[in-house]
């Protein structure tokens, strides 16, 4: 059997103002969490032969990184999806300014895509790669953002597209992602750390 870990970034300072996009520095809380990560995964996977981590390019899942054991790769295709004219707004800035286009993520949150920017479908196939990757690896944490993630689980735990852009992806918690040789079905754990 193979398991893969997932966990987003640390609280960033876009996460403390609620703004969406950005390149933000983790918050105080942040690092904390990236502290956490590193004793948990150092301690539980620090001697497992072939361990590695994937981040994205972010500061975010880079500092959120930064103390943990084992060789790392940092992939664009991680990236937080891109929301384009509304990067750097709050929701509420963006239902103000936006009106028509907030009501048209809410009306079909897997298709809308920001101006400028992604649609959960974009990101789907912008991850294609990282999830045939992630198909035959073992051991591996990826450290990204909600709506990567989500489109990673929603992939391996077969969610449809309607639930995909929903997926439960708290912070500060370790999602584990066990996959049985018999049917190859996948289960995933939630473990959340404290700070
Ligand atoms: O708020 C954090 C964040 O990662 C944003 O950068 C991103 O736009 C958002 O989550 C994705 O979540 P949702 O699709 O629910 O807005």
Known sequence: S???YFSRHGESEY????????DADLSPRGYQYADSLAEYVNGTLGNTPGFKLWTSCLKRTIQTAKNIEAP??????????????CDGLTY??????YPIEFAAR????????YPEGESYFDLLLRVKPVLD????????????????????LAALLKKDEKELPYIHTPLHTVMRLSFKPAD???HLDLIPLSI
């Open 106 to 113: 809410d009306d079909d949150k897997f298709h809308y895509r």
């Open 72 to 85: 790392r790769e940092h992939l664009d295709a991680l990236n937080e999806l891109d929301t384009g004219v």
């Open 133 to 152: 990757r992630l198909k035959v690896e073992n051991n591996v944490l990826v450290i990204a953002h909600q709506a990567v993630l989500r489109c990673l």
């Open 184 to 186: 190859g079905g996948c």
């Open 92 to 97: 509420e800035e963006i239902a103000e300014r």
């Open 15 to 22: 996460n403390v103002l609620g703004k969406v996009g950005g």
């Open 2 to 4: 193979r398991t893969l």
